[in-house]
């Protein structure tokens, strides 16, 4: 694979300010932290649309504030609360369905993309921004899990730019800027919390309540990646993420485990020489970096501050109590498509767990089991195939679960 390190800088650096922001899923935690950046800094944004799924009531708060020309939702009922909330005099264009969202990720006002849908909804908006030749500003890991190669196809061809939001992915950005990461590099090491089940046994996990999953020690985030955070998915799909974005195989991206999420991950050069990027477990950070990137923006938040925090410990992760890390690793080794059936199985686990309908040990049963069934797809195969193959494992993984 090759390396996108090297155009990264060179290209973002010609993006002017103020810059036209649209942001995909404005109402979940990425997009609030995100508008509480564009809030601070008022001078170096104009929001141009705001997309969010069904909160109508989230949305219209923030797009009284913002004003954005254009909003977008999930369907005619939410359209019709959201219309019913807006002042008086604001008539924005209010874009209606899941096609909404590759139209708002395209339009031409707007320069910078915050891809921040949870889960594979994403991935078809964050392929309509990269085809349109936008600076993406990436959260949204499932798309690369689904459509990296497409995704980086059409970056090359569009000239679009992808900036890691993603506080592992874009703190290995931080420690590779300055360097040609395909000569220089030895492995990236991405940092994990380990989740709120971390040191806990198999007795104790086949257990635990959604309520307890959700409950991460250091960060505060939608529900889906919390629950990936717990079973340690979410690190499996930051390896694939970390693979499509520095063009590495699998084998030269680790994990360690690291419970105060102070260190956010390392870069390991060939002279042995590790870089990391530290700060305070806060997404506003990364947010910041990747919108304004290159410029550094003052933030108004706490400051890490080393002399009174506490001791900073390192394990490596436990891949037999979590086997999803190992999973997601395996899916990557094995085709271009595993992929798509792991994230597509995660996602109806996940939720069937939250719905009370399964335990948490069925998460990587039900995921293992729906790698087994996949057949590899051929390795040309466009957006469409991998749609299908997402809504085969869903429909396939939902009937295994019954
Ligand atoms: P969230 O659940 O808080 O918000 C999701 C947003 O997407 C909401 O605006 C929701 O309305 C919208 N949405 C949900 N389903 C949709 C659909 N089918 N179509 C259109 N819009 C839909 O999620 P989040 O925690 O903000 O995470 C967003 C993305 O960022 C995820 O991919 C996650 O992995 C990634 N991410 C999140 C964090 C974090 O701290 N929250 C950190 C790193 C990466
Ligand atoms: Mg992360």
């Not at 508008?35 to 109508?56: E, K, T």
């Not at 009284?64 to 019709?80: K, M, N, S, Y």
Request: proline share 6%; charged share 15%.
């Amino acid at each position: 694979m090759k390396s996108y390190i090297s155009l990264w800088p060179a290209h973002a650096a010609q993006l002017p300010f103020p810059r036209s922001l649209a942001i995909l899923g404005s109402t979940g935690s990425i997009g609030v932290s995100a508008l509480d950046v564009v809030a601070q800094h008022p001078d170096l944004f104009r929001v141009a649309a705001l997309a969010g799924g069904r909160n109508a009531r989230r949305l219209a708060e923030q797009a009284a504030i913002f004003r954005p020309g254009v909003l977008a939702v999930l369907d005619e009922t939410v359209a019709r609360e959201l219309k019913g909330l807006l002042p008086a005099g604001y008539t924005p264009e209010i874009l209606i369905g899941p096609g909404a969202y590759e139209t708002v990720a395209a339009l031409p006002g707007v320069d910078l993309v915050l891809s921040a849908i949870v889960g594979a909804a994403g991935f078809l908006p964050t392929l309509a921004a990269a085809k349109a030749g936008k600076y993406i500003a990436l959260a949204n890991k499932e798309s690369l899990v689904l459509g990296g190669r497409l995704i980086r196809n059409a970056c090359r061809e569009s000239g679009a730019i992808i900036l890691p939001v993603d506080s592992e992915h874009n703190a290995l950005f931080q420690a590779l800027c300055g360097h040609n990461g395909d000569e220089d590099l030895a492995r990236l090491i991405l940092t994990a919390s380990g989740g709120p089940f971390r040191g806990k046994d198999a007795s104790f996990l086949a257990k635990v309540t959604p309520a307890q999953a959700l409950n991460h020690p250091n960060w505060s985030m939608g529900a889906k990646i919390s629950i990936d955070s717990a079973t340690l998915m979410n690190k499996g799909l930051e390896v694939i993420e970390a693979c499509h974005l520095y063009g590495l195989p699998v084998s030269r991206v680790d994990v360690l485990v690291h419970p105060q999420s102070i260190v956010h991950s390392l870069v390991e050069y060939v002279d042995g020489s590790q870089l990391a990027h530290l700060g305070v477990p806060d997404m506003r950070i990364p947010i910041a970096h990747s919108l304004c990137y290159p410029r550094r923006v003052a933030l108004n938040m706490p400051r890490l501050n080393l002399a009174s925090a506490s001791d900073l410990t390192f394990e490596a992760p436990d891949e037999t109590l979590f086997p999803c890390l190992g999973l997601a690793k395996a899916a990557f080794a094995a085709s271009h498509s595993h992929p798509v059936a792991l994230n597509a199985a995660n996602e109806v686990a996940v939720e069937l767990f939250l719905q009370g309908r399964i335990q948490f040990l069925d998460i990587p049963r039900l995921i293992e089991a729906a790698l087994t069934r996949h057949a590899a797809l051929p390795q040309d195969c466009g957006a469409a195939e991998l749609i299908n193959a997402d809504s085969d494992t869903r429909r396939e993984t939902l009937a295994a679960a019954n």
